[in-house]
């Protein structure tokens, strides 16, 4: 697995690569923008962008997709088969994403937006906005914030300890470090 990580103007945003050796068809979660740096990596290490996976579609991770799908021709994917003001590909909790040889399940993680989805690969999960280092990602009512937390425990707290979370800002954590530290879940 080839994997890069992107952390890009728009909110500083996090943008993340993870491609296949063996195939060179490579992933992209969010596309706050397309800046050069995105593009060059992946013909670095002779990726192709077949998929980008949107966790949510607010425009700081949307911003660049419009751009990205013009220069890549690569399926778009999110939990209300919309993004960026684009129609796209619907997936749902517990649906495999294929790209290559790698897959990752998608899990519903709603309460940021009640289209937030994240991706769960083996060691990783990238979860958008809903979970981040320390916080969760901000909510409208009190029902929405017990539904994501509801959620960050069913689909991401089960994952073993050592597993990575790659969220949509700011650092990376690990799961047994959120268990144990992330106030939101004390």
Known sequence: MIFGHFLLDVNESNAYVVGCEETGAALLVDVADWPPEIPSFLQSHNLHLHTIFITHDHYDHTGGLARAVSATHARVVSGSGRAGG??????????????????????????????????????MVFSGDALFAGSVGGVSSAACAREQCAHITKHIFSLPPQCHIYPGHGPASTVAVEKAYNPFFR
């Open 86 to 123: 684009m129609h796209v590909t619907r997936v749902v909790s517990g649906e495999i994403v294929h790209w290559g040889n790698l897959q990752g399940r998608v899990a519903a993680t709603p309460g940021h937006t009640p289209e937030s989805i994240s991706l769960i690969l083996p060691g």
